[in-house]
Each structure stands twice: as C-alpha cells, then as structure tokens.
Nanobody, 123 residues
C-alpha cells in the first residue's frame, strides 16, 4: 500500500504558526483528493481540511476556518497545511490522507495515510 510522509510538526506557543507538508511517491496522488485529519490522545480521529486535485474546492471543519489553509503542488506530489493562530486545542497528531477524487469528511473516504506528525501548542 502507498504511504504518505508528513513533516513540519513541532512545539509552538499559542498564537504561533506551523506549515505541515505531505509527500507521496511519484504518481500516487494524481487525480486524487487530499485531506488532513488530527487525533488527540483519547479522542477519535477528526477531519480538519480537504482539497481536490485542481485545488478549486476546499473544505474546512468549523473550528479551523479562517486560521488554517490547505494547498497542494501536484507536480511535486506534495500537499500542505498552513496552521495559523494556533490554540492549545489544536494539539494533536496530524495525518495526511489521499483518496477519492471528490474528497469527503470521513476517514473511510481515503485509501492512503501518512504516519502522522506531532503538533504541540503551549500557552
């Protein structure tokens, strides 16, 4: 199975920013939607944002609207999530996923997953 690789996580103070990256193997994400999910200890995996192949349609969960931005560079097989105005509630492991062309908000909509990158926000 194809695996995606996330990077860019780390420790940041409240109000700060991070940029996460997700790199796939050559050709594996062509014509696929991409999404980001997050999971805090003891909680279910939560949808954060998604983007279709053309980047024309984006979707965000309400808690991150206006703060996070999802983007992609298909020539580089890379997706990005820009996290701004970070809050302690944003602390979680962030996972990149790729799946059906039209996206979705359920983990079952995605076939390939990265191993996750830790984001920790201190106050």
């Amino acid at each position: 199975q194809v695996q995606l690789v996330e990077s860019g996580g780390g420790l940041v103070q409240a109000g700060g920013s991070l940029r996460l990256s997700c790199v796939g193997s050559v050709g594996t994400i062509e014509s696929y939607a991409m999404a980001w999910f997050r999971q805090a200890p003891g909680k279910e995996r939560e949808f954060v944002a998604s983007i279709i192949w053309s980047s024309r349609l984006k979707d965000y969960t309400d808690s991150v609207k206006g703060r996070f931005d999802i983007s992609r560079d298909n020539a580089k097989n890379t997706g990005y999530l820009q996290l701004n105005s970070l809050k302690s509630d944003d602390t979680a492991v962030y996972y990149c996923a790729a799946g059906k062309a039209f996206g979705g908000r359920s983990p079952t909509d995605y076939h390939w997953w990265g191993q996750g990158t830790q984001v920790t926000v201190s106050s």
